[in-house]
């Protein structure tokens, strides 16, 4: 073989393999757009979804669409079953596409994965004893007990009585106080102020309001497991001292106790 037919023919196979190569090339790139055009179904918001909304309330307001698949936004949900367990973290507005990245589950969610319907979150402030500060944790249960002075009439005067009642029960700790800053629940200084989040009803929240301004007041910690309650009661000066004693008990007879 001459060298210049040498060279013809190995010319002649680089171009063949050139012609390979682009061939292959522009097959899969038509592939690669095809693909890109297909359609396929996202979900999108039909109404704003506020962030802390419920995952099971999020995909309430949710509508598939098909869309092509080049316009897919990274994490697009495929169902709405995908967020049913979790909570928005993120506004989505209507007609956004929602994407998993936009929500987490519900304890990561913070405070406002707590509410719902009507329930609200309260902020009340104290002293480390009535907030049971070092004791009380996020996730307890507590009770409200309230002390109130009436002012009634006997006889021509006026006189301020008190009363006790346990005015709320069973409410959730959202935020739960610092540990008392002198680390002894018994000698903490005078002015100290903590607070507390709690989750309760916008109707519980009226008469926690009224008795932490109306009244003295301290919080209870419930039992963790199996709490249960007392008869509901009013306790009073003569209720105290007579409670539990006999009816001919003159101090008693004199007072109309029990």
């Not at 050139?18 to 918001?45: D, G, P, R």
């Not at 903590?194 to 109306?214: E, G, H, I, R, Y």
């Amino acid at each position: 073989m001459t060298y210049r037919l040498r060279n013809l023919v190995l010319a002649v196979a680089l171009a063949s393999l050139a012609a390979v190569l682009i061939t292959f090339y522009v097959s899969n790139y038509k592939k690669n757009v095809q693909h890109a055009e297909n359609n396929v179904t996202v979900f999108v918001a039909q109404r704003d979804i506020p962030a802390g909304t419920s995952g099971a309330n999020a995909a309430a307001r949710l509508k598939p669409v098909e869309i092509a698949r080049r316009n897919v936004v990274p994490g697009a949900i495929s169902t709405a079953d995908q967020v049913k367990t979790l909570v928005a973290t993120d506004a989505i507005y209507a007609g956004e596409q929602v994407s998993a990245r936009r929500f987490r589950p519900v304890k990561e969610g913070g405070i406002r994965a707590e509410l719902k319907g009507n329930v609200r979150a309260i902020q009340i402030s104290g002293d480390p004893h009535q907030l049971l500060a070092g004791t009380l944790k996020r996730g307890d249960r507590v009770d409200v007990v309230g002390n109130f002075k009436v002012q009634e009439e006997e006889g021509d005067e006026e006189k301020d009585r008190a009363y006790t009642r346990t005015v709320l029960r069973d409410l959730l700790v959202l935020t739960a106080p610092a540990a008392d800053p002198t680390g002894s629940r018994l000698t903490s200084p005078a002015g100290t102020v903590v607070s507390a989040q709690l989750a309760l009803t916008d109707a519980q929240a009226q008469k926690l309001f009224f008795t932490t301004k109306n009244g003295e007041w301290h919080l209870d910690l419930r039992s963790v497991t199996d709490a249960s309650d007392s008869p509901e009661s009013i306790e009073s000066i003569d209720s105290i001292l007579c409670d539990g004693m006999r009816r001919n008990n003159p101090v008693c007879f004199r007072r109309g106790g029990r």
